[in-house]
């Protein structure tokens, strides 16, 4: 059984309007990241948690929050989408700083 | 802040073949450095790590290790069109209170029956 999952898989959002993307995993781990994938850009990083009520920011978070409201749970929100925010968003889980990453299946985002 | 690169962007090999990617980093304290395979529409996927100058060898991989010259290379002996997929190369900045993983552009692997 997936121990990360996200939903929902796939998403049609008008600008500005308000997007939540939602990740639970059953992994156990302390961390947990939110990515977005672009051709051309790889993974970069949106948001990261290491403990339940704490998020930081990660290297693209302009346009984005987070929130852990448990160790199994973490979400990506999007006050006021825009037609940039036009990706696939992975969230992923890890045990420990150097740790394997495991991630989800994604979901596709567009914005229009 | 961390700059991972790869190469090539594209790699197509026969089937039995060996395939050869790499990646460069820009900070030679990084941590831990993994290889992750990516098939269309899924997720990233562990598929070896490396810690140590060297290398390390599981099953029909091979990773290279040179800190001093801020390269990783990835071997893939006996390719199958099974192994065609994205591969990713990821490395952990050395810092006390943060687990930012950076994430190299990918190498898009096709190995041809």
């Known amino acids: 059984e997936a121990a990360v999952t996200q939903s929902p898989r796939s998403k049609v959002a008008v600008t500005g309007g308000k997007v939540t993307l939602s990740c639970h995993q059953t992994n156990n781990h302390d961390y947990m990241y939110w990515y977005r994938q672009d051709t051309g850009h790889g993974l970069r990083l949106i948001h990261y948690s290491y403990v339940a009520d704490s998020t930081e920011k990660g290297d693209i978070p302009d346009g984005y929050k987070a929130s852990r409201p448990s160790q199994e749970n973490f979400s990506l929100i999007l006050e006021l989408a825009s037609l940039s925010q036009t990706a696939v968003y992975f969230c992923?889980?890890?045990?420990?700083?150097?740790?394997?990453?495991?991630f989800g299946p994604g979901t596709r985002l567009t914005v229009l | 802040q961390e700059k991972v690169q790869q190469s090539p962007e594209s790699l197509i090999v026969p089937e039995g073949a060996m395939s050869s990617l790499n990646c460069t980093f820009s900070n030679s304290a990084s941590q831990s450095i993994w290889w992750y395979q990516q098939h269309p529409g899924k997720g990233p996927e562990a598929l070896i790590s490396i810690f140590s100058n060297g290398n390390k060898k599981e099953g029909r991989l091979t990773v290279y290790l040179n800190r001093a010259s801020l390269h990783v290379s990835l071997h893939i002996r006996d390719s199958q069109p099974s192994d065609s997929a994205v591969y990713l190369c990821a490395v952990s900045p050395i810092s006390s209170n943060t687990n930012k993983v950076v994430f190299g552009t990918g190498t898009r692997l096709q190995v041809l029956p």
């Open positions: 992923a889980s890890s045990p420990g700083q150097g740790a394997e990453q495991f």
